[in-house]
Every structure is written in structure tokens, then in C-alpha cells.
């Protein structure tokens, strides 16, 4: 039985010192909830708020909640990356694919979820909307749910519908959804995006993510026929080859005529064009990121960006040095999944230089303290604005070469004399 509280701060009355508790996460994120759990837990102690990426979380991460709340993030975003580089708040390693598998085994107990749902329709469903991924699970695993009813939440499809009596404290709060507007291209993403296009062929099954390479990497295939989406996520560059016929699903195997994913972030017209579409299907993030359900789909690309790479082709993408940037992502289930799939291949982009063009992103050695998400035996193909670089199958001589040829010119000499250095002991 529902109980319909009348506040944020009556809903988050039942939760008790020592709650283990999820937050569904990006733009789905009920940061209305956030702001009331900040002001309950210092009520309370060690509260543990579990989370990918969360929007307006800057109330749950104050440093007067030491003590109180401690953030435990699957993905590290810029709220909690102060916070988890100076030992206030844990990040943890983990595929997308296998959040969910660790909360059905236990090894995550989860005893609330926190999730934001668009009212329930006729038959008594709300909705779980542009935010499916780990949020599905973990509704299966909580001991107790809260949510916030949202009028402005999309109504999505898929694996997004929860009874309304599945909820245990529901509060009806009316706040936009946070929008990413896209950012202008700059030249350098422009020419990686169009050297991506070259590897893309009609009737690719695609995945990418949010930002300025898949952005550009998708104005760049209007000339292309017949492409899928099969992806733990999508932002606005899809609409415009939705609307242009370029992307219709046709020649998908796994729900064919149908865009999958795992969660939506970018604009209000994203979320309209999401909102009661049936051909967008939002499934569970162990599902969609299977490497075992992706290589079922023929061509299926996946196009992944890093922080840096080695000579050796380790790519590092979730960690600058020892200091831990983001998170492992769906980068390591696509690349494994898109490599088996006939005739599929994978994509690492990357600009060529960082920190105003002072340091090489093609490094002969990874920063000290960097994490492997990518390992050297899986990557396929490498992009930067300078080129293309194919690693699969190579020696390392191969692609130390074929990395320095992509490389900016600045630090082309410099990246081969440290390789000779490294080759001669």
C-alpha cells in the first residue's frame, strides 16, 4: 500500500541510521528528495547513497554530512569527484553491465530506493521515464521505495513501468528534468567526428554516449543509410537522423525497428521526443549492456572516448593518474560486444592533445597511478583528429607506430624516441 506523504521531508521520515540507499541517477535524478535527505541525515548517521551520475546532487555532498551520509558512486561526477579524490566518498570499479548482477547477488544490499516516476496512468503504472539503467534493480532489491511523482517526467517504454502500489512513500512534486543542451563542435572534435564516418557503414548498429565526439561522430553520417541504436545511453545528435530517416532500426535483429537503451540526457526536446514512443524501448542496463545481447546485432559499432592511451594500446578512461575522473562505464560491455558481433568493430576517440595542447593524449606510458578500463588485446580501432590507427591484430611495434602516426605532430618525435628508450631496456 502506497502511502501519500505531503513533502519531500515526510516521504524520508522512514529512513533509519545505517540505510543502504539507491538514487536513480542521471536526468532522472529526484534531487527534490536529495535536497530533503540532506536535511534528514544530519538527523541521522553513516547513511550510504549509492549512484551513477546525479543532477543538482550539491546538497547530499557538504561537508557537514561527514559522518552522516557518505556517497558510494558507480560513476563519479563532478558533485563527487572532490569528494572521492579526498577520501570522503567511494568509487566503485564496475562494468554498467554488472551493477545490476551485483545487487541481485546480494554483494550490494540496497534497503531504499530513491526514484522519481511520472504519475500512474490508467491501469495504476507510473513510470520510471529517461532513466531505466540500475534503477529497475534496484527497485526489485530495496526494502522500501520513495518516490517523487513527477507531472513533467516522460512516460517511456520498455522496462521503465512500476505499480504505483509497488511504492511504498510517494510524494507528488512538480520540477523540470535537468537538460544538457548540446555544445557548439570545435573544429578538432568536427575532424575526429568526420574520421569516424569512415569507419561507419550503412546498416551499422550503433553506440555512443553524450558529448562533443558522439555529437560530431553523428552530424558527420547524414549521408549514410539505414543505421541502429542499441546503447546504454543517447543524447540530441540522434534526433536530426531520426527525423531524416538515416537511423530507422531496419536492419537490427534484436528488437528490429526500435532505438534501445539503458537512460536519456540532453534536452527538453530529447525528453518530448522519448515521452509514450513506443520505438524507443528503455531496458535494463544488464540487458542492454550484454555482451552476450549486443553481438547479436550484426555491424554493431560502439564508439567510446578515453583519457589517454599508451603506445601499447591501454586505454584509460576513468582516471587522470591516481586521480579517479568518472567511471568504467558501458565502454569495456560494448567494446567486448561490438567485437563479436559479425562484422562489428570498436572504436577509442580521442583529441589528440589535453590541457590546451601543452600534453600529449598518446602517451608511451600511461600517467603513474592510471587505471586500465580498456586493456591492450581488446582495442580495435583508435581516432584522433590526425587520423585512424588499427591495433587489432598488431604487435606492439605495430601500434606504438600507428599511435605516434595519429598523435599531434608536436609530440611525434618525442613518442617515438621514448619508445626506442623503452625498446632498448
Same mark, same amino acid.
Given at each position: 500500500?502506497?502511502?501519500?506523504?505531503?513533502?519531500?521531508?515526510?516521504?524520508?521520515?522512514?529512513?533509519?541510521?545505517?540505510?543502504?540507499?539507491?538514487?536513480?541517477?542521471?536526468?532522472?535524478?529526484?534531487?527534490?528528495?536529495?535536497?530533503?535527505?540532506?536535511?534528514?541525515?544530519?538527523?541521522?548517521?553513516?547513511?550510504?547513497?549509492?549512484?551513477?551520475?546525479?543532477?543538482?546532487?550539491?546538497?547530499?555532498?557538504?561537508?557537514?554530512?561527514?559522518?552522516?551520509?557518505?556517497?558510494?558512486?558507480?560513476?563519479?561526477?563532478?558533485?563527487?569527484?572532490?569528494?572521492?579524490?579526498?577520501?570522503?566518498?567511494?568509487?566503485?570499479?564496475?562494468?554498467?553491465?554488472?551493477?545490476?548482477?551485483?545487487?541481485?547477488?546480494?554483494?550490494?544490499?540496497?534497503?531504499?530506493?530513491?526514484?522519481?516516476?511520472?504519475?500512474?496512468?490508467?491501469?495504476?503504472?507510473?513510470?520510471?521515464?529517461?532513466?531505466?539503467?540500475?534503477?529497475?534493480?534496484?527497485?526489485?532489491?530495496?526494502?522500501?521505495?520513495?518516490?517523487?511523482?513527477?507531472?513533467?517526467?516522460?512516460?517511456?517504454?520498455?522496462?521503465?513501468?512500476?505499480?504505483?502500489?509497488?511504492?511504498?512513500?510517494?510524494?507528488?512534486?512538480?520540477?523540470?528534468?535537468?537538460?544538457?543542451?548540446?555544445?557548439?563542435?570545435?573544429?578538432?572534435?568536427?575532424?575526429?567526428?568526420?574520421?569516424?564516418?569512415?569507419?561507419?557503414?550503412? $546498416?551499422?548498429? *550503433?553506440?555512443? &554516449?553524450?558529448?562533443? +565526439?558522439?555529437?560530431?561522430?553523428?552530424? /558527420?553520417? =547524414? !549521408?549514410?543509410?539505414?543505421?541502429?541504436?542499441?546503447?546504454?545511453?543517447?543524447?540530441?545528435?540522434?534526433?536530426?537522423?531520426?527525423?531524416?530517416?538515416?537511423?530507422?532500426?531496419?536492419?537490427?535483429?534484436?528488437?528490429?525497428?526500435?532505438?534501445?537503451?539503458?537512460?536519456?540526457?540532453?534536452?527538453?526536446?530529447?525528453?518530448?521526443?522519448?515521452?509514450?514512443?513506443?520505438?524507443?524501448?528503455?531496458?535494463?542496463?544488464?540487458?542492454?549492456?550484454?555482451?552476450?545481447?549486443?553481438?547479436?546485432?550484426?555491424?554493431?559499432?560502439?564508439?567510446?572516448?578515453?583519457?589517454?592511451?599508451?603506445?601499447?594500446?591501454?586505454?584509460?578512461?576513468?582516471?587522470?593518474?591516481?586521480?579517479?575522473?568518472?567511471?568504467?562505464?558501458?565502454?569495456?560491455?560494448?567494446?567486448? $560486444?561490438?567485437? *563479436?558481433?559479425? &562484422?562489428?568493430?570498436? +572504436?577509442?576517440?580521442?583529441?589528440?592533445? /589535453?590541457? =590546451? !595542447?601543452?600534453?600529449?593524449?598518446?602517451?608511451?606510458?600511461?600517467?603513474?597511478?592510471?587505471?586500465?578500463?580498456?586493456?591492450?588485446?581488446?582495442?580495435?580501432?583508435?581516432?584522433?583528429?590526425?587520423?585512424?590507427?588499427?591495433?587489432?591484430?598488431?604487435?606492439?611495434?605495430?601500434?606504438?607506430?600507428?599511435?605516434?602516426?595519429?598523435?599531434?605532430?608536436?609530440?611525434?618525435?618525442?613518442?617515438?624516441?621514448?619508445?626506442?628508450?623503452?625498446?632498448?631496456?
Amino acid at each position: 500500500m502506497t502511502l501519500i506523504c505531503n513533502s519531500a521531508e515526510e516521504a524520508l521520515q522512514c529512513l533509519r541510521s545505517g540505510d543502504r540507499i539507491w538514487c536513480h541517477s542521471m536526468a532522472a535524478t529526484p534531487y527534490r528528495l536529495l535536497e530533503a535527505l540532506a536535511q534528514r541525515a544530519l538527523q541521522l548517521q553513516e547513511l550510504e547513497l549509492l549512484q551513477l551520475h546525479l543532477e543538482h546532487a550539491e546538497p547530499v555532498c557538504r561537508p557537514e554530512l561527514e559522518g552522516h551520509l557518505r556517497n558510494r558512486c558507480y560513476f563519479v561526477s563532478s558533485n563527487t569527484r572532490e569528494l572521492v579524490n579526498c577520501g570522503r566518498a567511494d568509487y566503485v570499479p564496475a562494468f554498467l553491465s554488472d551493477i545490476p548482477r551485483i545487487f541481485r547477488r546480494g554483494d550490494q544490499p540496497i534497503d531504499v530506493a530513491l526514484i522519481q516516476v511520472s504519475p500512474p496512468d490508467r491501469h495504476g503504472n507510473c513510470s520510471l521515464g529517461v532513466s531505466v539503467e540500475a534503477t529497475l534493480t534496484a527497485c526489485e532489491m530495496a526494502t522500501t521505495i520513495i518516490a517523487q511523482i513527477n507531472p513533467q517526467m516522460p512516460r517511456t517504454h520498455g522496462d521503465a513501468a512500476i505499480p504505483l502500489s509497488r511504492i511504498h512513500y510517494a510524494v507528488t512534486i512538480d520540477s523540470p528534468i535537468p537538460t544538457h543542451d548540446p555544445a557548439p563542435l570545435s573544429a578538432t572534435h568536427r575532424q575526429i567526428g568526420e574520421n569516424i564516418a569512415e569507419l561507419i557503414k550503412n $546498416g551499422d548498429c *550503433l553506440q555512443l &554516449g553524450i558529448g562533443a +565526439i558522439p555529437d560530431a561522430a553523428l552530424a /558527420a553520417l =547524414g !549521408g549514410h543509410k539505414d543505421l541502429g541504436i542499441h546503447t546504454e545511453m543517447f543524447a540530441d545528435g540522434v534526433l536530426p537522423l531520426v527525423h531524416s530517416g538515416v537511423i530507422n532500426n531496419s536492419r537490427k535483429v534484436i528488437h528490429p525497428g526500435k532505438i534501445v537503451t539503458g537512460f536519456v540526457l540532453g534536452s527538453q526536446a530529447l525528453y518530448d521526443f522519448v515521452d509514450d514512443n513506443t520505438e524507443v524501448l528503455f531496458l535494463d542496463i544488464a540487458y542492454v549492456n550484454s555482451p552476450a545481447v549486443i553481438r547479436k546485432n550484426p555491424q554493431a559499432v560502439s564508439i567510446n572516448s578515453a583519457i589517454e592511451i599508451d603506445l601499447g594500446g591501454q586505454v584509460s578512461a576513468d582516471s587522470i593518474g591516481n586521480r579517479i575522473y568518472s567511471g568504467f562505464g558501458g565502454q569495456v560491455d560494448f567494446v567486448t $560486444g561490438s567485437q *563479436l558481433s559479425e &562484422g562489428g568493430r570498436s +572504436i577509442i576517440a580521442l583529441p589528440s592533445t /589535453a590541457r =590546451g !595542447g601543452s600534453q600529449s593524449r598518446i602517451r608511451a606510458q600511461l600517467t603513474p597511478g592510471a587505471g586500465v578500463v580498456t586493456s591492450r588485446a581488446q582495442v580495435d580501432y583508435v581516432v584522433t583528429e590526425y587520423g585512424i590507427a588499427k591495433l587489432r591484430g598488431t604487435s606492439l611495434r605495430e601500434r606504438a607506430q600507428a599511435l605516434i602516426n595519429i598523435a599531434h605532430p608536436d609530440f611525434r618525435n618525442e613518442l617515438r624516441e621514448q619508445w626506442h628508450l623503452q625498446q632498448s631496456g
